[in-house]
Structures are given as structure tokens and as C-alpha cells.
């Protein structure tokens, strides 16, 4: 297992930008397949981005592609999300979380199900 802690939420304007960070314990850490996950008031949570175990790869949901960037540090064991441009419609409660299937390949297909760790979530809240 693995505990996540994020941090790094806040208010910020529309346009501006915030680093969201994301520590992990247990000394499994560069094992994991890592994503971002979100949530607004009254909507589902849903997938933000996901890195690869050696941060080679990355995937993102279309409505962050070129905004966002994920990034990890595996001797650090922490995740982080670069969030520029921001805009009212981020606004929500930023997870992060871990595929703790060692053996799931980065390109095999995956549901929000699959990620079996996860923090206890930091605030972003982007005012027009």
C-alpha cells in the first residue's frame, strides 16, 4: 500500500497558475502508474492526467492538454501537477492517486477503479 498527501490547492484567478504536489510513503513509489483525478461540486470525479512509472509517459484528458503537465520524481516520491491558464471550470477538489497493479502495462487500458490508492484530496478554486 501507499498514503498520498497533496497539497498546493488554493484561489488563484482566471489565467493564473498553481503547482499541486503530492507525497508518497512506502518505498514502492516509481512501481506505480500515478494520475491526477478531480471533482466538482455536483459532478462525478473524473481523470485529469496519468504518468508512467519512469515519467516517460504521460496521458491527459482534453479539457487540460496543453495547460497541464504531469510530472514525477521517484527519488523524491513525489507527483506534481502544472496547472497554467486556469479557468472557472478547473474549480474542484484535486486528487491524486496510484495503480498499485505493478504488473498493469502504461498502454493497457484503464478504469478510475484501477487506482486502488488515493489522497485525501487539495481545493483549486479559479474565480472569473
Known amino acids: 500500500q501507499v498514503q498520498l498527501v497533496e497539497s498546493g490547492g488554493g484561489l488563484v484567478q482566471t489565467g493564473g497558475a498553481l503547482r499541486l504536489s503530492c507525497v508518497a510513503s512506502g518505498s514502492t513509489f516509481r512501481g506505480f502508474v500515478m494520475g491526477w483525478f478531480r471533482q466538482a461540486p455536483g459532478k462525478a470525479r473524473e481523470f485529469v492526467a496519468a504518468?508512467?512509472?519512469?515519467?516517460?509517459?504521460?496521458n491527459y484528458a482534453d479539457s487540460v492538454k496543453g495547460r497541464f503537465t504531469i510530472s514525477r520524481d521517484n527519488v523524491k516520491k513525489m507527483l506534481y501537477l502544472q496547472m497554467n491558464s486556469l479557468k472557472p471550470e478547473d474549480t474542484a477538489v484535486y486528487y491524486c492517486?496510484?495503480?498499485?497493479?505493478?504488473?498493469?502495462?502504461?498502454?493497457?487500458?484503464?478504469?478510475?477503479?484501477?487506482?486502488?490508492?488515493w489522497g485525501q484530496g487539495t481545493q483549486v478554486t479559479v474565480s472569473s
Open positions: 492517486a496510484a495503480d498499485l497493479d505493478v504488473g498493469r502495462a502504461w498502454a493497457a487500458p484503464r478504469q478510475m477503479a484501477d487506482f486502488g490508492s
Open positions: 504518468i508512467s512509472r519512469s515519467g516517460g509517459g504521460t
